[in-house]
């Protein structure tokens, strides 16, 4: 279903349209208006995960990530930004949050009997000179030379970019 014609979610369709700038409101009250409408029920919306996680029951949950639902993984994957985005607005610790999110959605999958979770989540920046040094590396057959971090920061490149691939630093 095109994100025009579904229904409404948090975001209305004129919401939708709003944000992506397909339409102009005419004041800047009304833009305000309605940039508040929005943050009121993403905020609601937020509020209401607590219940969703505890009493929604699994069969419905699982049908509203049926991965026939197209864009579904997109969804996921762009949620949990804008929650990582958040922790951060909040000065809240977003891997912290992470890990803390990862061991209650354990805690409600196994049940009861749950043992300890060690959840580990951490996020590198791999910078620019980093990158050089890691793409001379391979460029000289020095991927011995490459630490852990390194061959993560690599792997990380060559799936996030379409434009870096493994004979183009070869080649370099």
């Given at each position: 279903m095109a994100d025009a014609d579904r229904g409404r979610g948090i975001l209305t369709p004129a919401d939708r349209r709003f944000l992506r700038g397909d339409v102009t409101l005419g004041s800047e009250q009304s833009r305000y208006d309605a940039r508040y409408r929005i943050r009121q029920r993403t905020r609601d919306a937020m509020l209401d995960f607590p219940l969703l996680v505890e009493r929604l029951a699994e069969r419905d949950r699982e049908q509203v990530f049926d991965p026939e639902t197209g864009g579904i993984t997109d969804a996921i994957v762009d949620a949990i930004a804008f929650c990582y985005l958040g922790a951060a607005d909040v000065a809240a610790d977003p891997e912290r949050l992470l890990a803390a999110g990862v061991r209650r959605a354990e805690r409600e999958r196994r049940g009861p009997d749950c043992p300890l979770l060690d959840v580990d989540v951490s996020v590198e920046a791999t910078d620019d000179?980093?990158?050089?040094?890691?793409?001379?590396?391979?460029?000289?057959?020095?991927?011995h030379e490459l630490d852990e971090r390194d061959l993560r920061a690599l792997a990380r490149l060559l799936a996030d970019r379409d434009d870096v691939s493994l004979a183009d630093l070869l080649d370099d």
């Open positions: 000179e980093r990158v050089d040094h890691i793409a001379q590396c391979v460029g000289d057959g020095a991927i």
